[in-house]
């Protein structure tokens, strides 16, 4: 594992612990031992993906590649917003200038919206081909693809309750109408005749697999491993609901339920399937 390929990797992820101690120690407080494990979990996910994924994806592995946009929207944020605690984000989130902008960006139809409108973006051919041979232009794809990422899970594992979660309900659906746009990306990427980007064709495969093959490949794990993850974690939130009282279903806004058509009692904050 070449970590200091792209110093950048370590230093980014140096910088946030960092960052995550310090704010610890200035305000006092420590993050329970569950946070810490989730955050510590984020630091190594990240330090994968951007290493030893990366290094595949670069060997023209479209598999590989699609993986590691799977860790950066799927595994990496909610991982982040586990490990980090409520007190440590409200004085950035509920800052008076910034406020305003974060209560927009997580609303969940914003950031379903936006989140989408990344993802699908992203795969186009004409962008997907500039990623591939514009490394700076790949960086910063990939911050994005994160970021999109924190904002599309808020509303499934907010750790601000004056930003709070969907309904139980509602954070099944919201994560069933997911399936959508990932769909939109896997189903052509699939089922294409021929291949898509035509970086793949002009060199050596890692795995000497024929570039169609790994194009197929790659797209079923789009299409079906995503699938299969979002099944199991909005089965994990329906086990979790089944087993609460009407009065234990967790708040929803009033936006929330207009956007998403969901009725629930509002009685306290949602809590995590992962809490």
């Not at 909610?78 to 980090?84: I, V």
């Not at 914003?110 to 041979?133: D, G, K, Q, W, Y």
């Not at 995503?226 to 806004?253: C, E, H, K, N």
């Amino acid at each position: 594992m070449e970590l200091f390929e792209h110093p950048s990797v370590p230093l980014g992820v140096a910088a946030l612990i960092a960052l995550y101690l310090g704010a610890s120690r200035a305000m006092r407080r420590r993050p329970t031992r569950r946070q810490v494990m989730w955050f510590a979990a984020a630091m190594a996910a990240i330090l994968y993906t951007h290493t030893e994924l990366d290094e595949l994806a670069d060997a023209r592995i479209f598999t590989m590649h699609m993986l590691q946009h799977l860790m950066q929207t799927f595994v990496i944020p909610p991982l982040l917003l586990l490990g980090t605690p409520g007190w440590m984000l409200r004085p950035i989130v509920l800052a008076r200038p910034l406020k305003p902008i974060f209560a927009l960006l997580t609303q969940p139809v914003i950031a379903f919206l936006l989140f989408s409108a990344v993802f699908v973006t992203a795969h186009f051919p004409v962008i997907f081909e500039r990623m591939c041979r514009d490394e700076s232009f790949h960086i910063v794809l990939h911050l994005v693809f994160m970021a999109a990422g924190v904002l599309m899970w808020w509303p499934i594992l907010s750790p601000i309750p004056e930003m709070p979660r969907l309904s139980y309900p509602a954070q099944i659906l919201y994560l069933f109408l997911l399936m959508i746009p990932m769909t939109a990306v896997a189903a052509p990427i699939t089922l294409a005749s021929t291949v898509i980007y035509p970086w793949y064709t002009e060199g050596a495969h890692g795995w000497g697999l024929a570039p169609m093959d790994d194009q197929v490949l790659g797209g079923l794990l789009m299409w079906i491993g995503q699938g299969s993850y979002l099944m199991i974690v909005f089965t994990l939130i329906f086990f979790r609901w089944s087993r609460l009282d009407d009065r234990d279903i967790p708040a929803v806004s009033l936006s929330a339920r207009s956007e998403f058509r969901v009725v629930a009692s509002q009685t306290r904050p949602a809590r995590s399937i992962l809490h």
